[in-house]
């Protein structure tokens, strides 16, 4: 069993900057995919940034330049800096693996607000 807790979240004002950690714990397969994904209110889930066992990296067209997604310290954490904040990045933030290469199981963790206003 795998589980990821986030944390991090907060509140922020326009041009500010947040980090938000994602450390994962049980059983993690040696080729795996972490992703971070928001959800604001009405609105779908979409994927912000992911990164691979391997180190490659992919990022959402709105927030390429303002954020970076980056294996943690300790190793079995992934962090997302997010710099420049908006307003529109206001949403639950939610980690996600995707644990294998055949046949890969998911996992989410329960999510963190992030909220960006003034």
């Known amino acids: 069993q795998v589980q990821l807790v986030e944390s991090g979240g907060g509140l922020v004002q326009p041009g500010g900057s947040l980090s938000l950690s994602c450390a994962a714990s049980?059983?993690?397969?040696?080729?795996?995919?972490m992703g971070w994904y928001r959800q604001a209110p009405g609105k779908q889930r979409e994927l912000v940034a992911s990164i691979t066992s391997g180190g490659n990296t992919n990022y959402a067209d709105s927030v390429k330049g303002r954020f970076t997604i980056s294996r943690g310290s300790p190793r079995n954490t992934v962090d997302l800096a997010m710099n420049s904040l908006k307003p529109e990045d206001t949403a639950v933030y939610y980690c996600?693996?995707?644990?294998?290469?055949?046949?890969?199981?998911?996992?989410w963790g329960q999510g963190t607000q992030v909220t960006v206003s003034s």
């Open positions: 996600n693996l995707a644990n294998g290469w055949i046949n890969p199981s998911d996992y």
């Open positions: 049980g059983s993690i397969f040696s080729i795996w995919t």
